[in-house]
């Protein structure tokens, strides 16, 4: 099964800003909807942002509306997660999967396997 990589994560101040980037090693994205999850210690793994093939749809979790800006660049075959105004709260392990919508992508009916994902740590 297809496995995709997340890169970008790191240690950043409240207030700060971090660029997350998805690809597949090996091979295309293809035409599916890709999105962000997070996973903090003790919680669930939950959506966070998902956006379409083509890039003219997009679907943000209300927790990051406003501050994050999911993209893709299919000739790179990279999805982009632009996380501004990162809140302690933003703390987790990021990781990015596909499916075959936006839609689906939010109710995590998806494609791939989940990648070994990428920390995010938000100090206040």
């Known amino acids: 099964q297809v496995k995709l990589v997340e890169s970008g994560g790191g240690l950043v101040q409240a207030g700060g800003s971090l660029r997350l980037s998805c690809s597949v090693s090996?091979?295309?994205?293809?035409?599916?909807?890709t999105g962000w999850f997070r996973q903090a210690p003790g919680k669930e793994r939950e959506f966070v942002a998902a956006?379409?093939?083509?890039?003219?749809?997009?679907f943000y979790a209300d927790s990051v509306k406003e501050r994050f800006v999911i993209s893709r660049d299919n000739a790179e075959n990279t999805v982009y997660l632009q996380m501004n105004s990162l809140k302690p709260e933003d703390t987790a392990v990021y990781y990015c999967n596909r499916g075959g919508t936006v839609g689906s992508v939010r109710v995590k009916k998806l494609d791939a396997s989940w990648g070994q994902g990428t920390q995010v740590t938000v100090s206040s």
């Open positions: 090996g091979r295309t994205l293809g035409r599916y909807a």
């Open positions: 956006i379409s093939w083509s890039g003219d749809t997009t």
